[in-house]
């Protein structure tokens, strides 16, 4: 009796060992792909899964948040996924998150990678479509390398040539040889080093009294400040613009006039072109003058005789007496 | 045999239930096969993990040891080699048992005095063989991962956790249920080949022998074409 009761619970625990191991495993499995906690739905779509199938994960910035409820077709370009979402990321997942399908590791299990999107959006609810992101596929990257293959070809091909022409150079076999090169070089970078210095230095002064200008109350601090002043600067451009036209028009006029006159003396026209031009004019002109000044002369000695004459002399002695006080 | 599975479920389901020297059956079948099955599931598991370990570093996919040692121990090779143990230690048995009772005539002394030899032997036998097989593989698998984890750190740190989240990060249920209920049928076909080929045996102690030696390879060899089987169904699913 006794062996029958150590058989017995032998027994019973190698039964409940098992059992446990099972249910353990079985919770654990369920666990993972989250069916014993709350979950919202998700949808989205994709034009190929690549092998996605239910119970894979979703992950969200690399976070597992729940697994792949299912995948269907809805037309022959179009397979909509839905997933189960853990209900504790219902505020953290917006409508604009993008899906995308990923690999877990190199060759591990297909997941559903979901990225927050750009810019803000409402938070997602249950049954929300959220918009995808199509994977690159291998055969998209292959070709797209086959391409870059190509051109590094091409480029290379060039890059021989032009390093073959570079080798059979002679100028730029002199220009390596010469050995004052690099001193000059050397010399030319000091000087660079030296100006773009002063630069800084100027440019730091400038700013330093741009500063300063913009903080005082003169009249450069107004004219960057102030904004009244700039449409009184503009009125200012207008009238020196109206201003500039009027003596554009005055120099079309003098232009006319110089023309007038030019022409007048070149065709001995009119009064100044007789005056100029003319010979017997100017010969006239010339006794005339000549006649003015022996009148002014003779003029000059009678005046003379008059502030001698008894008549006049008392008038001039009081104007005398009048510019001495 | 097919009569003879027939008359498996017919005396099965008809009372008098045996249900001591059912229990009995359970912890000599099962029980008792426990430490051999642990020692191998153990040996299996470390084995295999050092044995992959190599391999999988050379593509550099080391990390994914513990899922792909987790799927192969849990879907196929923990109810296989625990299978053809289990067959070989009690279809063994159950065959040497039964054929030494039927040529010392034990079963006809038993029908003569009024007990279902059947019953008694045959359906007490092949019923705890059936039941006990799946908790001997899922306590095998445990133990198997187990010596894989300590395969796995042989070779890198990896703590246990983790080691188990890379296994159950890549299992599914489709992965432990038909492993699960196929064991149920290869504890059955080890029970029933067993009970047959003892409960048939004749030629003296030569044939208990023979009996023996039969129910091993006809039982083992009903595994693999029952996995192969079940392989397909799961592939349907």
Redesign the interface.
Known sequence: MKN?NA??V??GI??L???F??IL??Y???K??GMFTDSFELKTRFRAVNGLMS?N?VRYSGIEIGAVESVVFLNDTSIEVTMNIQTKMRDIIRRNAVASLGT??????RVVNLFPGKGQAPVAKAGDLLPSKEEVSTDAMLQTLSRTNDNIAVIAEDLRLTVRHISTSAQLTRLLDDLSLSTNLKASLIHLHETTEQTSTLMSEVTRTFAKATQSEGTLATLFTDTSMAGQIKQTLYNIQTVEENAARLVQNLDQVISSVDKDLNQREGTIGALLKDTTITESLRHTLSNVEESTNALKLNMEALKHNFLFRGYFKRMEKRKKQ | MSRFIGRFFGEGVRPRYEFGEFFHQCFVIGYKSLPLIGLTAFIIGLVLTMQLHPTMVYYGIEAQIPAMVGIAIIREIGPIVTSLIFAGKIGSSIGAELGSMKVTEQIDAMEVSGTNPFKYLVVTRTLAAMLTLPFLVIIADAISLYGSFLGVNIYENLSFHLFYEKILDYLFFIDIVPAFIKTFFFGFAIGIIGCFKGYYSNKGTEGVGRSANSAVVVSSVAIFILDLIAVQITDLL
């Open positions: 029958q058989e017995s032998r027994l190698f039964v060992c098992g059992l191991l099972l495993t079985l654990f499995i369920g993972n792909r119970g994960n877990d590791g190199l060759i591990g299990n």
